[in-house]
């Protein structure tokens, strides 16, 4: 099985900064992604960004240009740095990891609340 652990979310003030932390552990063979979608209250989840086995990164639109996305390959350990965070924000961040070789399986964490105020 594979375990993932989010931290790093909670309440913070708009315009400031965060960062959230994923961690995989278990029985994971190869890495071939990692990356967060979010789900705020009565929306659906969404993308928010990802990171490839090659450190290649993408963004959704709304987090392009105040977050970036990386990852330790050593102990599989993924952070979502966002800064000038907007009320938008508020939501539920989920993490997940892609691995496998010939087959390939997703898992997810249990997510983790961060909430933007004014």
């Known amino acids: 099985q594979v375990q993932l652990v989010e931290s790093g979310g909670g309440l913070v003030q708009f315009g400031e900064s965060l960062r959230l932390s994923c961690a995989a552990s278990?029985?994971?063979?190869?890495?071939?992604?990692m990356g967060w979608y979010r789900q705020a209250p009565g929306k659906q989840r969404e993308f928010v960004a990802s990171?490839?086995?090659?450190?290649?990164?993408k963004y959704a639109d709304a987090v392009k240009g105040r977050s970036t996305i990386s990852r330790t390959n050593t102990d599989n350990t993924m952070v979502l740095a966002m800064n000038s965070l907007k009320l938008e924000d508020t939501a539920v961040y989920y993490c997940?990891?892609?691995?496998?070789?010939?087959?390939?399986?997703?898992?997810w964490g249990q997510g983790t609340q961060v909430t933007v105020s004014s």
């Open positions: 278990g029985r994971i063979i190869s890495i071939v992604g």
């Open positions: 990171i490839s086995s090659t450190g290649s990164t």
């Open positions: 997940y990891v892609v691995h496998g070789r010939s087959i390939f399986t997703t898992d």
